[in-house]
């Protein structure tokens, strides 16, 4: 299960990078970036939250199953292939609006997913109160596209 959580941690780490990056591109306008800087922000604080839950989760007793670490591995792949996309170019307010959307669906169906499987309620509302935090990013995002687009 450390081995799990710590790709988690990893997710949220780079898709903060992601948004941290994104809100560095020169097209934007400046409320949009600043909307990304507070996703970025909300990101750290999950890989934050799941480094805290690492210090007591240790061995299996604290789920239902043990984890299939290949769905998660392949999120980290795609985000990771993502950050070297957002480092290579810029990206309008459309693409940036779009990609956090994407991110944000994603991860919230990894985290709804994540919270059934835990035997240990602090993990499982955990893991319920960051996908809540997505549906939240992904609404502002909708609202950004709405505004900006």
Known sequence: MKK???LCVEIEETVARIYRQLAKSKNLP????????????DEDDHASQ??????????????Q????????????????????????????ARQAIATGIELE?????A????????KDESLKKMFAAMAQDD??????LYDAKTRFL
């Open 4 to 6: 799990y959580l710590l």
């Open 30 to 41: 400046g409320e949009l970036k600043v909307i990304l800087q507070n996703l970025a922000d």
């Open 50 to 63: 799941l480094r805290f839950a690492l210090r007591f989760t240790a061995g299996t007793s604290f789920t």
């Open 65 to 92: 199953k043990t984890f299939d670490h290949a769905p998660i591995q392949t999120l980290l792949d795609r985000a990771k292939d993502l950050l070297d996309k957002t480092s290579q170019q810029d990206f309008d």
């Open 105 to 109: 669906q994603d991860f919230c169906q």
């Open 111 to 118: 985290h709804v997913g994540n919270s059934l499987n835990f």
């Open 135 to 140: 549906r939240v990013h992904s609404q502002k």
